[in-house]
């Protein structure tokens, strides 16, 4: 009976307050999931918080992540969004953007799908890239002129996206979208560049040193940060402005020289993370160390160690198991955007949800399947 009363001198307290003051309150508060879970506190409560004004605060503040897993067999989402978590049945996530001809999916960006009609069969076909909204089912085409596709089945691609594409995305950006296409030659890259305001296509010709070669990327999508595009080579990261006026110019971030070549190039909280897994060569060891390791510094590409697990990998658990005998293949890894002690691993038979924190594992797919980030906003346009 008290504890009744004391939610009602609440209630009370609350529906006294101004809006502004409420507002404010509500803009305070670090968790969109606590915001939205209090709407039964009061009707007013849930009547500021309903208002398109503050609906599009929270949604500039809050973007629950989504991980788009695609598989041989079946494709899932795993996400903290609403519109998501509320679908029963499921959302139907089966899309073919191109008819009568074969589409990839080649990656994302924000709350896209990139997709790519992978080598035409003949000339009169057209080589495009779509850009999907999985929850509005929106999407926008575009054509790659023939003199750009420059026999994509046998160069090494690697695509990149920038800037706020209107129309179809509800993530607010700065700058106007922009798709940036690198093609690999024998002995220089070609860099494409797509405006959605021109609409237009520009090419770049540039010769490369041999360790800046396509097939050295680990990654063909790219790592959006501050507008600017990342992939991950070898021994560095190549960092591309696509507002730049000169967009054959790049810079390298050095990678820390005691890393070895199978890492993850990702992005947490506004910061450029890497992450790497140490393996003793030996299969029969029951430990592998995984490392996380954060830019502090783009001009020294300075980095520093922010956590190291010990990570038990013995055949009496199935969930681990696979990551030891993932060692001879690529091993997918993705970090969370916004929640620094969450990643997911594709595993050889799995993908899983780790806590870096809690060093505990959560399977969310029983096969393996390529992983693609997306970050929808609470309001979708």
Same mark, same amino acid.
């Given at each position: ?28 508060? =670090? ?7 209090? #709407? ?19 949604? !500039? ?12 067999? /079946?494709?899932?989402?795993?996400? +903290? ?14 899309? !073919? ?27 009169? /076909?057209? =080589? ?8 509005? #089912? +929106? ?18 691609? =690697? ?14 950006? /700065? ?25 237009? &296509? ?28 990342? &992939? ?52 029969? !060891? ?6 996380? &390791? ?42 969370? #955007? ?29 096969? &393996? ?11 979708? =346009?």
């Amino acid at each position: 009976m008290s504890k009744f009363r004391h939610e009602n001198k609440v209630v009370s307290r609350i529906d006294e307050l101004d809006d502004d003051i409420l507002s404010l309150i509500f803009s305070r508060i =670090a968790s969109w999931k606590l915001l939205v879970q209090c #709407r039964s506190v009061s009707k007013r409560w849930n009547n500021i918080i309903s208002q398109p004004i503050f609906l599009d605060l929270i949604s !500039s503040k809050f973007l629950p992540f989504t991980v788009y897993i695609n598989s041989i067999w /079946e494709t899932s989402v795993i996400s +903290e969004h609403p519109f998501f978590q509320s679908q029963n049945p499921p959302l139907n996530l089966k899309f !073919s953007p191109f008819r009568k001809v074969n589409s990839y999916l080649v990656g994302s960006y924000s709350d896209l799908l990139i997709y790519c009609n992978h080598c035409p069969d003949s000339c009169q /076909e057209k =080589a495009l890239y779509c850009f999907y909204n999985l929850i509005t #089912r +929106e999407n926008i085409e575009i054509e790659i002129p023939i003199d750009y596709i420059v026999m994509d089945g046998w160069n090494w691609i =690697a695509i990149g996206c920038a800037g706020h594409l209107e129309g179809i995305s509800s993530v607010k950006g /700065e700058g106007g979208f922009k798709f940036v296409r690198i093609v690999s030659k024998s002995s220089y890259n070609i860099l494409q560049v797509f405006s959605f305001e021109s609409g237009n &296509w520009s090419t770049h010709r540039k010769t490369l040193n041999s360790d800046l070669q396509l097939n050295y990327f680990r990654n063909s999508n790219s790592v959006t940060l501050n507008n600017k595009l990342h &992939w991950l080579l070898d021994h560095s990261i190549l960092v591309i402005d696509p507002y730049s006026d000169d967009i054959s110019r790049y810079i390298l971030i050095k990678l820390p020289s005691c890393l070895p070549t199978k890492c993850t190039l990702g992005v947490c909280k506004e910061r450029l993370r890497l992450m790497e897994f140490a393996y003793d060569s030996d299969l029969s !060891s029951s430990f592998a160390t995984l490392n996380v &390791w954060e830019l502090d510094d783009y001009s020294k590409s300075t980095w520093t160690v922010v956590c190291t697990k010990v990570i038990t990998t013995t055949k009496s658990h199935p969930d681990l198991w696979p990551l030891k005998k993932s060692l001879g293949k690529i091993f997918k890894v993705m970090f969370h #955007r916004y929640d620094c002690d969450v990643v997911y691993l594709a595993t050889a038979n799995k993908v899983v949800q780790y806590n870096l924190k809690s060093g505990t594992f959560k399977v969310v797919v029983d096969e &393996w399947g390529s992983m693609y980030p997306l970050v929808n906003p609470l309001v979708v =346009a």
